[in-house]
């Protein structure tokens, strides 16, 4: 286990930088907030690793032309990587996929960087910022060994909840039977945990969309241009209905 790659950080980077990086994947992949106890735990282990001297970065022998390469760290690869280009590489370009949530919000993720082929891969840990868009690209200066400027373009994913388009949001929300029925009034909780009060008129069909304005998404070009949020209504059948409720049903269905 390389437990600098794991943070994303370098062996030459100080305690302080190193701890700062733990805390923010830790607290992103805690299991009470959602994560994976098992990116969690591999997060912690690297970290205890660091700090009680136990970790090393992987070691690889690449040989070309009978030249030996020894790669010890990332200065290393960096090294090589400079040997074989005419001219000195300033910046990479990746994509990353992120989810709704962290496109509005922003947070924080680690990213793979293949920088030679067949040989360890480097990872950075990057801040992403609130207002992204589908297809934006941030620049990330000199993020990867100190050196090298890094462009992300970020791709945004849809969930079984959330659904974006341009800067508009779209939710699915499930509606007990009876409350179509009769109406209701509900909290729908917004992309940034924000709880608005909507009101459910009776009889209303399943599948009904509902706009709250000014609820969707921001941009980092614009902050003054909101999106809107819009709630989808899907409801689910009762698991069990009284008999003489049936009957009524029934009885209303042949008066019809």
């Given at each position: 286990?390389?437990?600098?790659?794991?943070?994303?950080?370098?062996?030459?980077?100080?305690?302080?930088?190193?701890?700062?990086?733990?805390?923010?994947?830790?607290n992103?992949?805690?299991?009470?907030?959602?994560?994976?106890?098992?990116?969690?735990?591999?997060?912690?282990?690297?970290?205890?690793?660091?700090?009680?001297?136990?970790?090393?970065?992987?070691?690889?022998?690449?040989?070309?032309?009978?030249?030996?390469?020894?790669?010890?760290?990332?200065?290393?690869i960096?090294?090589?990587?400079?040997?074989?280009?005419?001219?000195?590489?300033?910046?990479?370009?990746?994509?990353?996929?992120?989810?709704?949530?962290?496109?509005?919000?922003?947070?924080?993720?680690?990213?793979?960087?293949?920088?030679?082929?067949?040989?360890?891969?480097?990872?950075?840990?990057?801040?992403?910022?609130?207002?992204?868009?589908?297809?934006?690209?941030?620049?990330?200066?000199?993020?990867?060994?100190?050196?090298?400027?890094?462009?992300?373009?970020?791709?945004?994913?849809?969930?079984?909840?959330?659904?974006?388009?341009?800067?508009?949001?779209?939710?699915?929300?499930?509606?007990?039977?009876?409350?179509?029925?009769?109406?209701?009034?509900?909290?729908?909780?917004?992309?940034?945990?924000?709880?608005?009060?909507?009101?459910?008129?009776?009889?209303?069909?399943?599948?009904?969309?509902?706009?709250?304005?000014?609820?969707g998404?921001?941009?980092?070009?614009?902050?003054?241009?909101?999106?809107?949020?819009?709630?989808?209504?899907?409801?689910?059948?009762?698991?069990?209905?009284?008999?003489?409720?049936?009957?009524?049903?029934?009885?209303?269905?042949?008066?019809?």
């Amino acid at each position: 286990m390389d437990a600098y790659n794991i943070l994303g950080v370098q062996s030459t980077d100080s305690i302080e930088f190193i701890k700062k990086a733990y805390r923010k994947l830790a607290n992103k992949h805690h299991p009470d907030k959602g994560g994976s106890d098992v990116e969690f735990k591999k997060i912690q282990q690297a970290y205890d690793n660091i700090k009680s001297g136990k970790a090393s970065t992987s070691t690889t022998t690449h040989t070309q032309n009978s030249r030996s390469y020894d790669f010890r760290n990332a200065t290393d690869i960096y090294n090589y990587y400079q040997s074989k280009s005419a001219s000195t590489t300033k910046s990479l370009r990746v994509q990353a996929t992120i989810s709704i949530f962290d496109a509005i919000n922003g947070g924080m993720q680690i990213i793979k960087i293949q920088m030679i082929p067949n040989q360890n891969p480097q990872y950075i840990n990057i801040e992403i910022p609130p207002g992204i868009v589908d297809g934006m690209t941030i620049k990330f200066p000199k993020i990867l060994i100190h050196t090298i400027d890094v462009y992300v373009t970020f791709r945004i994913i849809n969930d079984k909840i959330w659904s974006i388009k341009g800067i508009d949001l779209t939710k699915n929300e499930i509606f007990d039977f009876w409350d179509l029925i009769i109406g209701c009034s509900r909290n729908i909780e917004t992309i940034t945990k924000e709880k608005i009060k909507v009101t459910i008129p009776p009889m209303t069909s399943p599948d009904t969309i509902l706009k709250i304005a000014k609820k969707g998404a921001k941009t980092r070009q614009n902050y003054l241009l909101v999106g809107d949020m819009y709630v989808k209504i899907h409801t689910k059948l009762p698991d069990t209905i009284p008999d003489e409720l049936l009957t009524i049903i029934k009885e209303i269905k042949n008066i019809q």
